[in-house]
């Protein structure tokens, strides 16, 4: 998962991105990076680390320009070193620079096909780079020299057609402006914000319309599925649905956990979708458990929080905090190797004995998906004196690897797969386990927009609306085993010592 913005404004840009990207931060804490457009000139900065490390005061001095992209990543395809950092920059033609969120899941032959067909090369094994060199390809392979609105569109198309997967991606084309697209399922989310300046309109693509309320941008839409904008340097917008657009497929992990809640998403509120996820999950409780002896209801702070208030009113019973915070560790199920997750938990939460003490308490978190977590935060349960710890998932069981963005682990590292709930309930260490079901999901996340047909919910159902090749899934099996990440971290960490 990774957080990307455009502008297109009427001064310098690059403060604003700058701003807007602390505020995506929690899409990605791997890399940052931000190119921007001096008249003919691309400047680009990018490294690892949270945003605050990658930029100093002198490199954003250097980032002139009143067009720019910039870009959070967190590593799903490819490696986790500094040269798969985002924007990705290609000279040919005109010069482009790319941001991508989500995942091809034909990056292989796409690989091949550019190679051997289309004689680019690629430095890389992200498959960001892939789809900026296809994009790239189809803007040189057009017969008329000059780069107008239509034949971007017809470019863009043609990508539709090559790509497959999930992907929002904002391009920066040299001497001409920047150029936003959603694949054709509308899996991944991207916004579009405006702001009325002295000077004229300013104009803002992003992930998730939080990163255009800092900056003071105005939501105006989302982008539909399959549809592109393109924004010219003089600020006129151009947009063009695909043919290859499909029915409104978003990703519902979105609003399960990695979107902000004060995010709209597809003309949803993230933070609506979540209490409903807490008014569900209580009808769920007092249906299958009436005479439930929950003493106090504790989120596992922060996304849970939102589903947890409405869980306790439901049921009649408290809510209070049990887990301190600290906001300086990441998010743990993407944290690379299993040790580092462990002892990552105990450094990331503290729990205050007193509200554990005597009690029987439910404690809600957003999702399970290795268990790792889990089983530890019930372990600091009992030990600060609960006399029984029951658990709630605002979120079936994920029991199939993401496919789209998301880098979950190996689906033998999923604790759902494989596993009923009472097996499940007996691994973790509860004295009681309940899921949200998927209808219930379903319907807490659809409220507000009936355009959205069905979501992507493949990490709990098993089914991808794209399809997926023969063969596909296991490779991913052994590409994404901790295994095999530690490994390539070692080798990452002996090439660079």
Same mark, same amino acid.
């Given at each position: #998962? ?57 490199? #954003? ?11 959070? =990543? ?49 430095? $890389? ?95 105006? =839409? ?14 006129? #917008? ?25 995010? #709209? ?43 947890? %208030? ?155 609306? $794209? ?5 596909? %899934? ?5 590409? =994404? ?11 990452? =960490?002996?090439?660079?010592?």
């Amino acid at each position: #998962m990774c957080g990307i913005i455009g502008i297109v404004g009427q001064s310098a840009v690059a403060p604003a991105i700058y701003d807007a990207l602390t505020i995506l931060q929690h899409r990605g804490q791997d890399a940052a990076g931000i190119a921007t457009l001096e008249g003919h000139w691309l400047n680009l900065h990018k490294a690892r680390g949270l945003v605050a490390e990658a930029f100093s005061q002198a490199e #954003m001095d250097k980032l002139r320009g009143n067009v720019g992209i910039g870009h959070v =990543r967190y590593p799903t395809a490819g490696g986790d070193h500094s040269a798969e950092a985002q924007p990705f920059y290609v000279n040919s033609p005109y010069g482009v620079a790319l941001g991508h969120n989500g995942n091809l899941i034909n990056t292989d032959a796409l690989a091949s096909e550019l190679f051997e067909s289309d004689r680019r090369h690629l430095n $890389t094994e992200s498959d960001s780079e892939v789809l900026l060199n296809v994009l790239a390809h189809e803007l040189q392979t057009k017969k008329n020299k000059s780069l107008t609105p239509e034949r971007i569109f017809k470019a863009v198309d043609v990508v539709h057609r090559r790509c497959k997967g999930a992907y929002t991606a904002i391009a920066l084309l040299v001497n001409q402006g920047i150029l936003g697209f959603r694949d054709p399922w509308g899996i991944r989310p991207a916004v579009l914000g405006m702001r009325e300046t002295a000077r004229g309109p300013e104009y803002a693509i992003a992930s998730e319309s939080v990163a255009l309320d800092g900056i003071g941008f105005e939501l105006v =839409r989302d982008l539909r599925p399959g549809e592109a904008l393109f924004i010219n340097s003089e600020g006129e #917008m151009f947009s063009h649905q695909s043919p290859e657009a499909k029915t409104l497929t978003p990703c519902i992990f979105e609003h399960v956990y990695f979107a902000r809640p004060d995010s #709209m998403i597809d003309d949803v509120s993230v933070y609506k979708s979540r209490l409903r996820m807490g008014e569900a999950l209580a009808a769920k409780i007092n249906r299958v458990w009436p005479d439930h002896d929950i003493d106090v209801v504790i989120p596992v702070p922060d996304t849970s929080r939102t589903a947890a %208030l409405p869980l306790a009113h439901n049921l009649g019973v408290k809510y209070r905090e049990g887990f301190i915070k600290n906001r300086y560790i990441g998010r743990t199920f993407i944290m690379p190797g299993q040790e580092q997750r462990q002892k990552s938990v105990r450094r990331k939460l503290n729990a205050i004995d007193l509200e554990f003490r005597r009690k029987n308490v439910l404690i809600v978190d957003d999702s399970i998906v290795r268990g790792t977590t889990s089983r530890q935060i019930i372990q600091m349960a009992r030990e600060a004196g609960a006399n029984k710890v029951y658990f709630a998932s605002a979120s079936p069981p994920v029991r199939y690897p993401n496919i789209y963005g998301i880098d979950m682990p190996a689906t033998a590292e999923l604790i759902a797969h494989g596993r009923d709930e009472k097996q499940i309930q007996e691994a973790l260490g509860a004295d009681w386990l309940v899921y949200q079901d998927l209808d219930d999901l379903v319907d807490a996340c659809r409220e507000g927009n009936d355009d959205i047909g069905q979501f992507d919910t493949s990490c709990f159902s098993g089914e991808y609306i $794209t399809g997926v090749e023969p063969g596909y %899934l296991e490779k991913l099996e052994l590409r =994404r085993s901790d295994a095999v990440k530690a490994q390539r971290r070692e080798e990452a =960490r002996t090439a660079t010592g």
